[in-house]
């Protein structure tokens, strides 16, 4: 796969998975007018969901943009057309990456107390192996890996910069979840963006 010399990755040392990390994939510089302008022009909207028969606020605010409508969660998503910040990110990804990507999800994490619980990108829609490509901008947040099978592998974390790509490929997300849990060392928010490509 290729990837560009001026954003090198690290190997995540996953087993049964193909994770790579570029914590300082944007500059700082562009990273702060990436947040702030994400913060601004992303029409933010917090869902409500279901869960244990009760309906409840999802503990982070998100929005869908791209070409492609797309369900999680039991939440169904029609796309908000692609705006020039979004498409300038997504351009600098898909140049690094090598993949192409028709969608993004975008989370805004306004405190500690925001999270997103175990779970894996494996939806049908997006193909039997997909590349899921994470970019972050804002506070640090610890981000959780778990095996879905061999319970005798430790969870793994990273922590995840203000400017950083995280790739997900190959059998990742088949084998292993992934999540942001609650921290009280958390006070500011961050924003990420999954780039995803929807095949139906």
Known sequence: MKMLTNHPFE????????????????????????????????????EHI???GKELLMPRLTAWYGDKAYTYSGLQNKPQPWLPVLSDIKAEV???????????????YQNGQHSMGWHSDDEPELGPEPAIASVSFGAERKFG????????????????RHGSLLLMQGPTQHNWHHAVPKTT????????????????
């Open 11 to 46: 190997r995540i040392p996953l087993p049964d998975a193909d994770v790579r990390y570029a914590p300082q994939f944007f500059s700082p510089e562009q990273s702060d007018l990436y947040f702030n302008q994400l913060q601004q022009e992303i029409t933010w909207k917090q």
């Open 50 to 52: 279901s869960m244990f």
């Open 94 to 108: 898909e140049q690094a990456t090598g993949h192409t990507y028709n969608s993004v999800l975008l989370n805004l």
């Open 145 to 160: 890996f778990r095996h879905r099978y061999n319970k005798a592998l430790k969870n793994v974390y990273l922590t995840i």
């Open 185 to 200: 060392r958390v006070t500011g928010s961050r924003i990420n963006l999954t780039f995803r490509n929807i095949l139906s």
